[in-house]
């Protein structure tokens, strides 16, 4: 008869543990990603669940690099109802991003590529500016 050591057993007991929980998540995780529909022509739902350790529902990626002279916009939020003063020929927004020194923004129209109305830095330290008109 073979004889099996402890330390042995441990190990095989983590090797088969790791193999069940590979093997769940697989099955089991194509509810953390995330499902793009269109309910009706001018809506695009984006549903996903935020499962630790598996995936994010929606990643947004700003891939310009600094030799492009990026701003680190990423998301434009747009309405053309709102007037905006000066200059009143240009629509109402709002840009979503990460500058280069990693600060979380949103710049109104007359923010620029250091001036943010909102900003977050890496360490939490939240920035208000008023707009500079």
């Known amino acids: 008869?073979?004889?099996?050591?402890?330390?042995?057993?441990?190990?095989?007991?983590w090797v088969v543990v790791?193999?069940?929980?590979v093997g769940i998540i697989g099955i089991f995780s194509s509810?953390?990603?995330?499902t793009v529909s269109q309910p009706t022509p001018d809506m695009t739902s984006i549903t996903g669940k935020d499962i630790v350790d598996v995936s994010l529902p929606l990643v947004v990626t700003n891939t310009a690099g600094t030799v492009e002279n990026s701003w680190g916009r990423v998301i434009r939020v747009t309405g053309e109802n709102a007037p905006i003063v000066p200059p009143s020929n240009v629509k109402s927004f709002f840009d979503i991003g990460v500058d280069n020194q990693g600060n979380f923004f949103i710049n109104s129209p007359v923010d620029t590529k250091t001036s943010h109305s909102l900003m977050i830095s890496p360490d939490g330290v939240v920035t208000i500016n008023r707009p500079q008109l």
Do not use: C, G, N
Not at 1 to 13: A, D, E, H, L, N
Not at 31 to 34: G, L, N, V
């Open 18 to 21: 790791s193999i069940l929980i």
């Open 31 to 34: 509810t953390a990603f995330a």
């Open 1 to 13: 008869m073979r004889k099996v050591s402890i330390r042995q057993k441990t190990k095989r007991f």
